[in-house]
C-alpha cells in the first residue's frame, strides 16, 4: 500500500511537471500572458533570449549543457532570488532549446520587459544578455534587446531599411501598436526562413530578405512609439 501511495507521488508530480512544461512551451512559441510559475517575473523570457542569443545569432560554440550552465549563471547573478532560481533557469533553458527555431527576440523582450519594469533592473538584465553573444550579428541582436530594455543605453545604430518602414508593414503610420505587433506577427510567421520548405534557393533567399526587412521595420516603429 506504501508503495502505491509513493508510486501515485511521484506519476502525479511527474504528471504536474509535464503540463507545466506544456504551458511553458507554448509561452515560447507565442509570448504573452502566462499561468506557470517562473520563479522570478520574467526569468523565462531571459532565459529564452540567452538561448536565442548563443544559438540563434552566435555561432555555436557551446554544448547545449554548457550554454544552459551560462545563461543559468547569468540569471543567477542579476535576478535577486539568485541561487534559489538557477535549477529553474536551467530547465527554461533546455525547454526553449526544443524551440529554437520559433523564439522571436523582438516579443521575448517585449514580455521580459513588462514582467521586470516595475522592478527597476531592465538595464542590468539587458547587459548580462548582451554578455552571451559571441559574433557579429549575435552582437547586433543583443544591442538591439538592450537598447530596448534600456532607452539610455547608446548601441550601434540599426541599419536603416530601404523602404519606410510602415510601407514594408503594409499599415498605415499612427495605427495602434496592437496593430503593428499584430501585422509583425503574421508578416514574421509567413516569411520566416524556417517555414520556406518546398521553394527553390532562390524564393528562399528573397522570403528570407523580407523577413530581416520586416523584422527591422517593426523594431524601428516600435522604438517610434515607445518613445
Not at 509535464?18 to 502566462?34: A, I, T
Not at 532570488?81 to 520559433?102: D, H, N, P, Y
Not at 524601428?220 to 518613445?227: D, L
Request: hydrophobic fraction near 40%.
Amino acid at each position: 500500500m506504501i508503495t502505491g501511495i509513493v508510486l501515485g507521488y511521484f506519476v502525479g508530480a511527474l504528471w504536474a511537471q509535464f503540463e507545466n512544461d506544456k504551458v511553458v512551451l507554448k509561452y515560447f512559441e507565442n509570448p504573452g500572458p502566462s499561468s506557470f510559475d517562473e520563479g522570478e517575473p520574467g526569468l523565462a523570457a531571459f532565459c529564452a533570449l540567452g538561448v536565442y542569443i548563443i544559438f540563434r545569432a552566435s555561432p555555436k560554440v557551446l554544448g547545449d549543457d554548457a550554454a544552459a550552465a551560462r545563461i543559468a549563471g547569468g540569471a543567477v547573478s542579476v535576478f535577486p532570488q539568485g541561487k534559489k532560481i538557477g535549477s529553474l533557469a536551467e530547465s527554461f533553458c533546455r525547454l526553449a532549446f526544443t524551440r529554437l527555431s520559433v523564439l522571436n527576440p523582438d516579443l521575448l523582450t517585449e514580455s521580459l520587459a513588462a514582467r521586470r519594469r516595475s522592478e527597476g533592473d531592465l538595464a542590468l538584465l539587458g547587459s548580462e544578455l548582451t554578455s552571451m553573444a559571441m559574433g557579429r550579428e549575435a552582437l547586433q541582436e543583443a544591442f538591439y534587446i538592450r537598447q530596448y530594455l534600456d532607452p539610455s543605453y547608446q548601441a550601434p545604430p540599426l541599419e536603416n531599411p530601404e523602404e519606410d518602414p510602415w510601407t514594408v508593414l503594409g499599415i498605415s503610420k499612427g495605427v495602434s501598436y496592437h496593430e503593428v505587433k499584430s501585422t509583425f506577427r503574421r508578416l514574421a510567421l509567413k516569411f520566416h526562413p524556417d517555414n520556406q520548405s518546398g521553394l527553390d534557393d532562390t524564393e528562399r533567399k528573397k522570403r528570407s530578405e523580407m523577413f530581416i526587412k520586416i523584422r527591422d521595420a517593426y523594431r524601428v516603429i516600435s522604438r517610434e512609439i515607445i518613445k
